[in-house]
């Protein structure tokens, strides 16, 4: 059922990796003391002869070792040999360096039992230029360390020395220094690791293997190169487990680390087997991952679950309460491979339940929040997660919160309350205006209880009562009242939407309080700048507006306690007379 033409996504490419190492450990030896050999000193390497003060004659051939195991498994494609030629005995000799692979030399070897050679790899001939001496050498050694690797070596020793004829000359000698082997390379990717499967997880290799659901498949995995930077083109390989000849192989595209499996490309009730690998842009490739394994599930449950509650059953009678809990059991309508349901109240997230068994019940207890219509949205699924449809339970539920009678009409003025019980039972009442710190109230043996509630802000405010029962159960309700809370405006030279007064006839206006503690009024009169006046010790204020044209104006004030509480904007309408000579 595999098919070609699945989902592929193209990244950009990287160039094989390149590396400059220095050597690990490096040497040389001296004919002056042939049974002595200098390891990782911190001068230069010396070739070839030269005489010291006393007019003693010195021969040395440096040996340099260059850890190679990172390139086992990679495919080498240049190698150079780097040095610098730091000084000379006489700059006008131009001797060519011979390049010398050898074996690994030993704590023994000296110039008397130098490390065997292996292949003369190069000469470097340098021209004569106007440095003395020239100040950079190579070679090209890719040979020698491509035969080294062959070898299964895990190092490579390069020699450098003079040619036989000019090695014993001692106007011909020479220091080298800050050798390095630089290194153009591939190397295979790495085997792709932390395979997952969504949906599923983690890569499952043990029987019994996880069950996706119908839908798409997504196959993924983490690649790596140790080649920096270098993206890589993975390969997914997928089959089924009774038919191993229908596997198919897919890129997924450079730079991309997943593969879409479309839904059609899965049988229903067929496990299927995938594994992954890498190839990067130069067309090396890794081995394969492991397998992972999985079996695909495409049919949903056929029916719809059953729904039954004794408590709250699906009629048109009304049960319970707010807060009173009722057992609900759900059913898998004769679908046998059902393993669980999902339910939610109203419009909450769906919660999930197991069955007792495969095609059983299963019994959950639901508490409603809220009186009047409720339903119940319950679906079922199977082990792979594939749904059935869906099916509402609906039911009635009591109002058993408490009743609220009173109302809030003005700021300050001590309003009575009355709380009656929603339910038998109740014992007290918890109450609170917003912001306001909570009270309690015990009921009277009707269940009633009185209270008296006074508003010092105003504003929107929300009383909130809920009722106890003498078994614990809490039930609540709120009021929400608009209390007005902005100050009266008075003027007797301009009553408010009279025409009146004129032009250059000022006029007072009085500022009374509706809040407790007002300290400071703000105005300001239609387009003018706002201004600020203080309240006396009875917290009223009057200014003296004066207008410059006719026509109305709107007056807005807005009292202001001494914590900063400003009350809502009272608006009074000015209209100034047309004046008459």
Not at 400 to 420: H, S, W
């Amino acid at each position: 059922m595999l098919s070609a033409g699945l989902l592929a996504v193209a990244g950009q490419t990287a160039s094989a990796g390149y590396r400059a190492d220095a050597p690990i450990t490096w040497a040389y030896t001296d004919s002056h003391r042939p049974s002595k050999i200098y390891v990782d000193g911190t001068g230069a390497g010396p070739v070839g002869s030269s005489l010291d003060e006393r007019g003693r004659k010195h021969t040395s051939r440096s040996y340099y070792t260059f850890d190679i195991s990172r390139y086992r498994s990679a495919t080498v494609s240049a190698a150079t040999l780097w040095a610098r030629e730091g000084r000379a005995v006489d700059c006008a000799q131009r001797p060519p360096i011979e390049v010398w692979r050898t074996e690994d030399r030993s704590t023994r070897s000296n110039w008397k039992r130098p490390p065997a050679d292996t292949a003369l790899l190069g000469l470097e001939t340098r021209s004569i230029s106007g440095v003395c001496p020239p100040y950079n050498v190579s070679w090209d050694v890719a040979d020698g360390l491509r035969q080294a690797l062959t070898e299964g070596r895990s190092t490579l020793t390069l020699a450098l020395r003079l040619p036989a004829e000019l090695e014993g000359d001692p106007a011909q000698g020479r220091w080298l220094d800050s050798v390095r082997i630089g290194v153009e390379s591939n190397s295979p990717p790495d085997v792709p690791k932390d395979l997952n499967t969504f949906p599923g997880g983690p890569c499952d290799s043990v029987e019994p293997y996880v069950t996706l659901p119908a839908g798409t498949v997504t196959l993924s995995a983490t690649f790596s190169d140790p080649d920096a930077n270098e993206w890589v083109d993975p390969t997914f390989a997928v089959w089924p487990v009774d038919e191993p000849q229908a596997r198919i192989e897919r890129q997924a595209g450079f730079g991309n680390q997943w593969l879409a499996l479309p839904a059609a490309e899965l049988g229903h009730d067929r496990t299927y087997g995938w594994a992954v690998r890498a190839t990067d842009a130069a067309g090396a490739t890794s081995d394969w991952s492991q397998t992972c394994y999985f079996t695909k599930d495409n049919e949903a449950p056929a029916q719809p679950p059953t729904v039954v509650s004794a408590d709250y059953p699906d009629d048109d009678g009304w049960y319970g309460g707010i807060g009173i809990p009722g057992e609900f059991t759900f059913g898998a309508n004769g679908v046998a491979d059902v393993v669980g349901f999902y339910y939610g109240l109203k419009s909450a997230l769906p919660e999930y339940v197991a069955a007792d068994e495969p095609g059983g019940t299963a019994t959950v207890t639901i508490t409603p929040q809220s009186a009047g219509p409720n339903w119940l949205t319950v679906y079922s699924v199977d082990a792979a997660g594939n749904r059935s449809g869906s099916v509402n339970h609906y039911f009635r539920v009591n109002d058993n919160a408490p009743v609220i009678e009173g109302q809030l009409t003005e700021v300050g003025l001590v309003t009575p309350f009355a709380f009656r019980p929603g339910m038998p039972g109740v014992v007290e009442y918890h109450y609170h205006l917003d912001g306001d710190e909570p009270q309690t109230v015990p009921a009277g043996p009707d269940g009633v209880a009185t209270v008296s509630l006074v508003d010092n802000r105003g504003g929107q405010r929300t009383l909130t009562v809920t009722s106890r029962t003498d078994t614990g159960l809490e039930v609540t309700r709120t009021a929400s009242f608009r209390v007005p809370n902005e100050p009266f405006v008075t003027s007797t030279d301009y009553p408010s939407g009279s025409p009146s007064g004129g032009v250059g006839v000022p006029g007072v206006f009085t500022f009374t309080p509706r809040m407790p503690g007002v300290v400071q009024y703000r105005y300001t009169v239609t387009s003018q700048p706002a201004t600020t006046v203080d309240a006396d010790a009875l917290g009223q204020a009057s200014v003296t507006w004066t207008p410059t044209r006719t026509g109305p104006f709107t007056l807005s004030v807005v009292s202001i306690q001494a914590d900063g509480t400003e009350s809502q904007p009272a608006r009074y309408t000015i209209f100034v007379a047309t004046t008459t000579s």
